[in-house]
């Protein structure tokens, strides 16, 4: 059996979550979302951990306010997924 460990990054994760809203999200809340990723995405930059684990939590509520509304459960669970791998890679 062979298994493959992929070195997964925080800013990888980041971009898989703006690519799966850009595609797959309903269009009327993709923007919000887009902006708080980007938000996320600006405090990887300057290596803000403290900033980038509180704004991937306001994503993560966002999320979960829009559960079963403009986001379908499949999806909410998928950008959760993301959000949970990013933590971990930051950690």
């Known amino acids: 059996m062979i298994i493959t460990v992929y070195d997964v990054n925080a800013e990888d994760l980041v971009a898989e979550s ?7 999200i309903d269009t009327t809340i993709h923007n919000d979302l ?4 980007k938000a996320v995405a600006d405090s990887l930059e300057i290596a803000n951990a403290v900033a980038t684990i509180n704004k991937l939590h306001a994503f993560e509520n966002s999320i979960e306010a829009q559960r079963g509304k403009k986001l379908s459960q499949e999806q909410a669970d998928k950008l959760i997924s993301t959000l949970q791998r990013s933590n971990m890679s930051l950690a």
């Open 34 to 37: 887009n902006l708080k990723l």
């Open 18 to 24: 703006i690519y799966y809203i850009v595609f797959q």
